[in-house]
Each structure stands twice: as C-alpha cells, then as structure tokens.
C-alpha cells in the first residue's frame, strides 16, 4: 500500500494501524470506537481516518474534543505527522469544559468529531454531556478514543455505547444491569471494585464488534520489559504510633459506618500520607519527624547517576521535599505540576526530552496523559493513591512505542524494621492497585 499522500516523510502507520484505518473505512458507520491499548497510537490512527474522509469529500472539518491538558499534545501531534498544508482540516483542539458553551462548536454533517479519553464523558447528566449529544446529532460522526478500556466501572463505556448504538434504547439500564459490585478480600482488608461483569463484557465487545477495534499492547507490539522494584524506608516509633492510632481508627469508622476500610483509608490518605513522608502538623506549622524516606530517594538518584528519572508524587509540598534534595544534589530538573500553566508545562517536556535536563518532577494527575517520554526509562513513585486509571496510564509514559530499553518502576514503601509482619498503609494502597489490574486484565481476557 502506497504511503497515504498527507503524511510528513518518515511517517507510516504500523500494520495492525492500518487495518484499524481499513476496518472503519470499509464499514458501514460514520462512528467508530478506537480502543486502542494506551501507548499504541490512538492519535496517528485517529487522524489518519479524518484525512482519507477528508479525501473522499465525506467532512470539510475535523472538532477534537479532549482533556484540556492534552490539547497541546493534539497540536504537536498534528504537527508532527501531517503535512502543512492539511493542517486547516482541524480546528483547534477544545477542552472537556468548552463542551457546554455552545458558541464554541459549529457543527455540520460534514463535521467529524474526535473524543479523545471517552470514557470520562459518562455523566448523562450533565450539561456537557447533554449539549455532546445535541451537537452529536447534527454532525458526521465521531471517532471514540479510549483504552482497552482501563475501567472500574461499565459506566465508563456510557458514551462508547451510547454513539456506536449499542443499547439506543436504554443506555443507563445496560449499565444498571451489568455494572457489579464484587466484595474482594486482601488480607484483613476489604474493597469493592466494580466492573462489567465478565459474561456481560464479552456480550458488549460482540455488540459493539462491528463499529470498534479493541487492540492490546502485547498483542501489536514487542515492547521492552517492564521491571517493577520495591524499595523500603524504615518508620520510626513515633510515626508507627501514629500510623497505628490511624488503622485503628479506621478500623472503628468503617464498623460504625458498614463501609469498607480501603474506602476510609482513601477518604483520610492526605493526613496519613504526612506521616509517611516523616511530617506532622504541630501548633498549625508542620515538624519533621523523619528524613529516612527523603534519603532513600536520595540514594535511588545515585544508583544511576548517568540515567534519567520521571518522580511522581501526590502533593505539592511532597514537591517542595523532593526540589531540595535535587538542589542539593546538583541535579538538574523541571517541575510539571497542576500548578504549571500550558507554556510551563509545554517547555518542561521539551527540556527533558532533549535530554537538556536529568529529572522530570511532577505530580501523578498532570503527568499520567498524552506524554511520551521515551527518552527515560526510570520512574519513581514517591506516593500513590487509589486512582487505578490514572496510575496505569502514568506506567505508558515511558512504556511505549519507541522506547528500546527495559522499564523500570520504583514504589517507595514504608517498613518496621523491628517487625517482620508489619505491614504499612501505603503498602495497602499498592496492593489495591495490583488487584485492580489483575482483575481486570483477567476480566478483559476473559471477555475476548
């Protein structure tokens, strides 16, 4: 097959791409789910459909609707597959929020719409979503782009389901009847995690089979290996008091309340995350209690030191921590945090992918999307949280196409030294993530 005629030179989809690419074309819908593993190329593909039916003379315009975060990636995306001179076909990338002014979307039926992250519009109740599938009905289709999919709940496939026609005819009774809650038990502790049940996914995939490609990495690409490492920092007896007083406590509320700890243990991690990271609120200021977790990243940065490093964490004073051990350590490092604005943010990931300085430091949420960062292939949590989503897709940053070389994540965990069978909280929260994936990679195989 001839390389398509708006390509940049250099540029050409990968086979299993291509027949994603041939699949819609020779179907009969004008909308189609692209659940695409994260990290196999939902864009490229997704922008290859809009020029062959810009071509075909099927749409004169092309409205992406995103995160507002991951507008600037669309750009450069764009910028960095497509030739100058189709460039006009795409209106300028729209953030989630623009959804509901109205003045921003002039729709035709030769407009196609590309809803980048889908499963995040799934509250049929509000006005975004409302005035989606008002302007839905007047355009030429939509492409749906999601992962395969990463989902604690079927209400995540609430617009996949809607737009390709699956359950026209009652949406929110599919998801009623086929959204679960499955009582899971690790150790003394119990959590609920919702999925579509497995009979009921597979059912969903059939349904929607013919509108859709559901691509896993493993299956497409040969990617390098990805080597999870855990690595201990001692608590000491004051903080273990502390974090102690806190289980207990937990323990009580979830008795008294009939609601599961891990559910408690999410509502009050801020407070018990200070503790960890050897801090604690005294007469309103905030004291240290303990450096050892601070000296166990000061020691993973000197394990590589000619290597680059990707360091995520919750909260911004936990960056505050971090920044100083880099100053003091004469490392070099840009911040991309929640706080950064698009040109900061923009700038730190050029910095680092030039290779122009040595650590990429920011929180989880503002670095768990539409990066590629391949040029590292270190990443330390420093703290996590119970956000499977957001977690998975921060693992895809480095593990993509691209990247060569083996992957390798660190989980900092706290530990008793004095006690073998000690088990720290933020350990709990890890192993939740852990059966979060596994169930619902067993559920996606399952289902296929």
Not at 86 to 99: C, N, Q, S, T, V
Not at 215 to 239: A, G
Not at 407 to 433: P, T
Request: glycine share 6%; with cysteine; hydrophobic share 35%.
């Amino acid at each position: 097959m001839e390389k398509p005629i708006y390509f940049k030179e250099g540029v050409k989809l990968l086979d299993y791409q291509q027949k994603v690419v041939d699949k819609y074309l020779n179907s009969d819908r004008s909308s189609y789910g692209l659940f695409l593993d994260l990290g196999t190329g939902k864009t490229a593909t997704s922008l290859s459909i809009a020029l062959e039916l810009y071509l075909s003379d099927k749409i004169d315009k092309v409205q992406i609707i995103c995160p507002s975060g991951l507008r600037t990636n669309w750009i450069v995306e764009i910028n960095k597959f497509i030739k100058p001179e189709f460039h006009d076909l795409f209106l300028e990338p729209l953030g989630y929020p623009h959804l509901s002014r109205k003045k921003e979307l002039n729709v035709t039926n030769r407009t196609l719409f590309i809803l980048d992250e889908a499963h995040r519009v799934k509250n049929h109740q509000s006005k975004s979503t409302e005035y989606f599938f008002e302007k839905f009905a007047d355009c030429y289709g939509a492409l749906l782009l999601t992962g395969t999919p990463q989902t604690n709940s079927a209400l995540d496939l609430y617009t996949p389901c809607k737009v390709l026609g699956y359950a026209n005819q009652g949406v929110m009774q599919f998801i009623n009847e086929h959204c679960v809650e499955k009582l899971m038990k690790r150790g003394k502790m119990h959590f609920y995690v919702y999925t579509p049940e497995v009979r009921n996914l597979e059912k969903l995939m059939n349904g929607i089979a013919p509108y859709s490609s559901w691509i896993k990495t493993e299956d497409v690409l040969d990617l390098p290996e990805q080597i999870h490492i855990d690595k201990f920092f001692s608590i000491n007896k004051k903080q273990k008091a502390l974090l102690d007083v806190a289980a207990g406590k937990i323990k009580e509320e979830s008795i008294s309340s009939k609601v599961p700890e891990v559910k408690i243990l999410e509502k009050h991690l801020p407070a018990i995350q200070l503790l960890l990271d050897g801090l604690m609120p005294d007469s309103g200021k905030i004291k240290t209690i303990s450096t050892d977790k601070i000296e166990l990243l000061e020691e993973l940065l000197e394990e590589n030191p000619e290597e680059q490093y990707i360091i995520l964490c919750l909260y911004h004073y936990e960056i505050d921590q971090i920044r100083e051990v880099l100053e003091k350590a004469k490392i070099s490092y840009v911040l991309r945090t929640g706080k950064s604005d698009k040109d900061e943010k923009d700038k730190a990931v050029t910095d680092f992918t030039s290779g122009s300085v040595r650590v990429l430091l920011g929180t989880v949420k503002a670095n768990s999307e539409g990066l590629t960062l391949v040029n590292c292939r270190h990443m330390i949590y420093y703290s996590i949280d119970f956000d499977y989503l957001q977690y998975a897709q921060s693992l895809k940053r480095i593990h993509r196409i691209g990247q060569d070389k083996t992957c390798y994540y660190y989980y900092l965990r706290s530990v008793d030294i004095k006690d073998d069978k000690y088990k720290g909280l933020d350990s709990i929260v890890l192993d939740v993530l852990g059966v979060k994936g596994t169930s619902l990679s067993e559920l996606f195989d399952k289902g296929s």
